[in-house]
Structures are given as C-alpha cells and as structure tokens.
C-alpha cells in the first residue's frame, strides 16, 4: 500500500513562486507519478507526470513553461516547482502514483491508483 503526503501549498502573489513535495510512504521508485490540480464545482485535471525513473516528464499547456515535475527515488518524494504563478492557478494541488501505466493518457486521472489528500495554493492578482 502506498501513502502520499503533499507539503509546500500556501498564499503567493501573482508571479510568485512555491515547490510542492509529495512524500511516499512506501517504496515508489518503480511507480509513476502526476501532479493534479482540483478547483471546486472543477474536475481534477492532470499538469505533470513524470516517468518512474524520471527520464520523461509529460506538462499540461496550461502550465507548460512555468512548472516543472521532478522526483528524488532515494528519497521517495516527488515536486512540482511552480514558478510565475497566476491567479488561475489557485487550487487543491494532488499528486498520484500507479505503478503500472497501460498507455493511456499519463495526465488522466484514471490512469492512478493511489492519491493524497492535497495541498492548498492560492494566488491572489
């Protein structure tokens, strides 16, 4: 069973930056990992996925340029540095692990069998 924690969601002004972190509980260096994102009355979209060693990253136009997914298997914990944040961004950020990915799109959310709880980021204009 693998648990995720998602750290780092806070408040920032327009063009600020944060870095979410994403702790697995259980081994996740065979897995594959993606970063969501959930605003209320919304379905959760996929930003970033990145491969299980890390050698491919998949973006999401919407954040392509300004975000970038990255993962430390040592440390089992993967991170979404989130630069030139705008207000549209302001949402519940979650990350996700499957360990087997089918060829599907890698940024849908049925393509991940465990979840977080998420993390909040607001950006105010």
């Known amino acids: 069973q693998v648990q995720l924690t998602e750290s780092g969601g806070g408040s920032v002004q327009a063009g600020g930056s944060l870095r979410l972190s994403c702790a697995s509980s259980?081994?996740?260096?065979?897995?594959?990992m993606g970063w969501f994102r959930q605003v209320p009355g919304k379905k959760r979209e996929g930003i970033a996925a990145?491969?299980?060693?890390?050698?491919?990253?998949f973006y999401d136009d919407s954040v392509k340029g300004r975000f970038t997914i990255s993962r430390d298997n040592a440390k089992n914990t993967l991170y979404l540095q989130m630069n030139n944040l705008r207000p549209e961004d302001t949402a519940m950020y979650y990350c996700?692990?499957?360990?087997?990915?089918?060829?599907?799109?890698?940024?849908?959310?049925?393509?991940?069998?465990?979840w977080g709880q998420g993390t909040q980021v607001t950006v105010s204009s």
């Open positions: 990145i491969t299980n060693a890390g050698y491919s990253t």
């Open positions: 259980g081994m996740t260096t065979q897995y594959y």
């Open positions: 996700a692990a499957v360990l087997r990915w089918g060829g599907a799109s890698i940024l849908r959310t049925d393509t991940y069998e465990y």
